[in-house]
């Protein structure tokens, strides 16, 4: 099973910006994306953003378009999400996860991903 690793969450002002990282234990035999995923108390996991393995093809969010940007470096088995101008409704625990998705298929799935971190917190507040 791939294990996956997340860090780089904290507290943070609105507007600023926070970069999370993810490690990945090896590279993609099993799998076709990596993906961002968020909770916020109370409420559902949610897709913040996702990208391909075997193109790069990228999802975004409505909520996050124009704020964060998924990278992946493909020789440290790495993925990233660069998060700017945050705001209060961002605050989640944000997890990355190995599983499938296309780009045709627009929305990633929870249940399309097998392999997950433990997650790391993001709060952004004054």
């Known amino acids: 099973q791939v294990q996956l690793v997340e860090s780089g969450g904290g507290l943070v002002q609105p507007g600023g910006s926070l970069r999370l990282s993810c490690g990945v234990s090896?590279?993609?035999?099993?799998?076709?994306?990596i993906g961002w995923f968020r909770q916020a108390p109370g409420k559902e996991r949610e897709a913040v953003s996702c990208?391909?393995?075997?193109?790069?093809?990228?999802y975004y969010a409505d909520s996050v378009k124009g704020r964060f940007t998924i990278s992946r470096d493909i020789e440290k088995n790495m993925v990233y999400l660069q998060m700017s101008n945050l705001k209060p409704e961002d605050t989640a625990v944000y997890y990355c996860?190995?599983?499938?998705?296309?780009?045709?298929?627009?929305?990633?799935?929870?249940?399309?991903?097998?392999?997950w971190g433990q997650g790391t917190q993001v709060t952004v507040s004054s």
């Open positions: 996860a190995v599983g499938k998705w296309f780009a045709t298929w627009q929305i990633p799935y929870e249940s399309d991903f097998s392999s």
């Open positions: 090896r590279s993609p035999l099993d799998y076709y994306a």
């Open positions: 990208i391909s393995v075997i193109d790069g093809s990228k």
